[in-house]
């Protein structure tokens, strides 16, 4: 760490592409926060801030990123990071070599299979899921807003009269827009992010949505597979690498 012409450089170290917020304090008792740095390759970061006129600068470094379920390995393992929040209509979930399988039979019209992170995160927050959406139905993947116990932002996926991708928050509704076959039946990534008050919806690392929304205190993650009553045949969507990041409350 070093001091010139009113300014504080330190370096960060860390995995190459993990995340960071650096918080700032005068008394290690109220912190702030400086930023979310990301380590690129090399696996240091100079980081830089202004002294103000400060006698004493604490700053500290927490990782940022929040490994959901990176790897299902058996059914167990997602109820420590998860909490099942709907199962009606004889849902059937398995974990095969590494991912987990939601089944849902049209059978019982109207079934559904919801989880919701039991970790909930603040500020900018970045949701990333890999589907597998085949069969017949919809799988939702999603930021809650624990404000209003509630969904914020939605991408969809459903195999209606129309297969269609579609995704939601405040006024935004694409339903229908990318009615397309090539985002069923193959892994696809959906990524949510939010920057202040824009929610960013991303399709295989391609921004193809941004709104503006009130934004809540607090979110948690979810996603849901469910079947529809008016389709004969199954919502078989299988689920892997979930990975979220952003900073806890």
Same mark, same amino acid.
């Given at each position: ?12 170290? %860390? ?15 109220t ?8 380590? #690129?390759?090399? %696996? ?14 604490? =700053?500290?470094?927490? #990782? ?7 790897? +299902? ?6 109820? &420590? ?17 590494? &991912?987990?399988?939601?089944? !849902? ?20 927050? *970045? ?8 069969? =017949?139905?919809?799988? =939702?993947?999603? @930021? ?12 969809? @996926? *459903?195999? $209606? *009269? ?16 990318? !009615?397309?076959?090539?985002?069923l ?9 939010t920057?202040?008050?824009?929610v ?7 921004? =193809? ?9 607090? +979110? ?8 529809? #009553?008016?389709?004969?045949? $199954?919502? *078989?969507?299988?689920?892997?690498s ?8």
């Amino acid at each position: 760490m070093g001091i010139s012409n009113g300014m504080i450089r330190f370096v960060l170290n %860390g995995l190459v592409g993990s995340n960071y917020v650096i918080q700032i304090s005068s008394n290690l008792v109220t912190w702030s926060r400086l930023g979310m740095y990301t380590i #690129p390759t090399g %696996g240091s970061l100079l980081i830089t801030d202004y002294t103000n006129g400060f006698l004493k600068r604490f =700053f500290r470094a927490e #990782p940022t990123t929040v490994s959901i379920m990176e790897n +299902f390995t058996n059914a167990p393992n997602y109820t &420590n990071a998860w909490q099942v929040v709907g199962n009606t209509g004889g849902i059937v979930t398995t974990c095969t070599n590494g &991912n987990l399988r939601v089944q !849902a039979s049209t059978n019982n019209p109207g079934s559904a299979f919801t989880m919701l992170s039991k970790e909930s995160l603040t500020g900018d927050v *970045d949701y990333s899921v890999q589907l597998n959406h085949q069969g =017949f139905g919809r799988t =939702f993947v999603g @930021l809650w807003s624990v404000a209003s116990n509630n969904w914020l932002a939605l991408s969809v @996926l *459903d195999t $209606d *009269d129309t297969a269609y991708l579609a995704f939601s928050a405040g006024t935004l509704s694409t339903e229908y827009k990318y !009615a397309s076959e090539p985002y069923l039946n193959r892994w696809v990534n959906l990524q949510i992010k939010t920057v202040g008050n824009t929610v960013q919806f991303f399709v295989n690392g391609v921004l =193809f949505e941004a709104t503006t929304v009130a934004m809540p205190a607090a +979110f948690r993650f979810g996603f849901s597979v469910g079947s529809v #009553p008016w389709k004969s045949g $199954d919502n *078989d969507t299988s689920i892997r690498s979930l990975t979220v990041s952003g900073s806890k409350p």
